[in-house]
């Protein structure tokens, strides 16, 4: 066990997880990002999972030193199941094909593993960005983000998976991903490690997250049922007098989906698209009847 210590310490493996299916442009962009951000201090074992992909996903991994799954359309959280699987490495980590890591990602992450080895996991902040990769706004989660046991703090919002590293003593630990959520899976993975373990946060954007153009309606009515019942799942943890305290975190994470399809309601009604705002309309509601309700209110407001 000493000399497993001594390799860590010196130089870990980080293994890199990406799942992907069709998106080939997007996909490579993903990769060249790792392995530009590649560090002496640690090796990489870069691991895709292609879910059937049926473009030139493969001509693509070709240029790579990758280790690839592959899968016939069995989706992300099996897909991510069979990646963390495979992993090795000392620490493991995510990465969605759309997403691009910024050159000092894992870097960060050692650094406060080494100062502190109770730590079973250490996230940053994501920067969010446009389809074309550009960079708007603040850093997300918002600082000050303190380490340590956090997982009350946790509940409250869901780091962009990329940002995470994780030792893979502990993914091992917390089990596979739950596949029979329609979303978040990754959220509830990493609560589960975040009830056992303490977490480290710091406050520097370590990826680019893009932002989707618009929203896909039907997924979205899909996962945001997920968000609620992971949250559920997992504040009935804690003792009464913390569930009561954590009650309006849910109602904020309710206050969010439903802002999301009230904004989809209204940009559908100025195209024109009277069903598809009435459809996003009724998903706001059932989500949340009393933000709906505020929302419409200032819009009346604003137009009177």
Request: charge should be positive.
């Amino acid at each position: 066990m000493r000399g497993r210590e001594d390799r860590m310490s010196a130089h870990p493996i980080v293994s890199v997880i990406v799942t992907t299916k069709n998106r080939s442009a997007l996909l490579q962009q993903a990769l060249d990002s790792v392995m530009r951000a590649r560090d002496s201090r640690y090796d990489l074992q870069l691991i895709v999972v292609n879910d059937g992909s049926t473009d030139d996903t493969e001509s693509v991994l070709s240029r790579y030193p990758v280790t690839v799954i592959r899968t016939e359309g069995i989706g992300m959280a099996r897909a991510r199941n069979l990646g963390l699987a495979a992993a090795t490495g000392d620490f493991v980590t995510l990465l969605d094909d759309d997403d691009i890591w910024l050159p000092d990602n894992i870097v960060h992450h050692l650094e406060m593993f080494e100062r502190h080895p109770e730590y079973a996991a250490v996230h940053g902040q994501s920067q969010l960005a446009h389809a074309d990769a550009t960079p708007f706004g603040d850093p997300v989660p918002a600082g000050p983000l303190s380490s340590g046991m956090i997982f009350e703090s946790l509940l409250g919002y869901m780091p962009q998976v990329a940002t995470v590293l994780t030792r893979l003593s502990a993914a091992r630990e917390a089990g596979d991903m739950d596949v029979t959520l329609t979303g978040d899976t990754d959220w509830d993975w990493l609560l589960r490690i975040a009830w056992r373990h303490p977490i480290g946060r710091f406050e520097k954007p370590v990826m680019l997250f893009r932002q989707r153009d618009g929203m896909n309606l039907e997924l979205a009515w899909r996962r945001a049922p997920a968000t609620f019942r992971v949250f559920r799942r997992h504040a009935r943890r804690l003792p009464p007098l913390q569930r009561l305290r954590v009650a309006r975190v849910l109602l904020r994470h309710r206050g969010h989906w439903a802002s999301g399809f009230f904004d989809h309601a209204l940009d559908c009604w100025r195209r024109g698209e009277s069903a598809e705002a009435l459809k996003a309309f009724s998903f706001a509601a059932r989500t949340s009847p009393a933000h709906t309700a505020v929302l419409a209110a200032r819009r009346l407001g604003r137009r009177s």
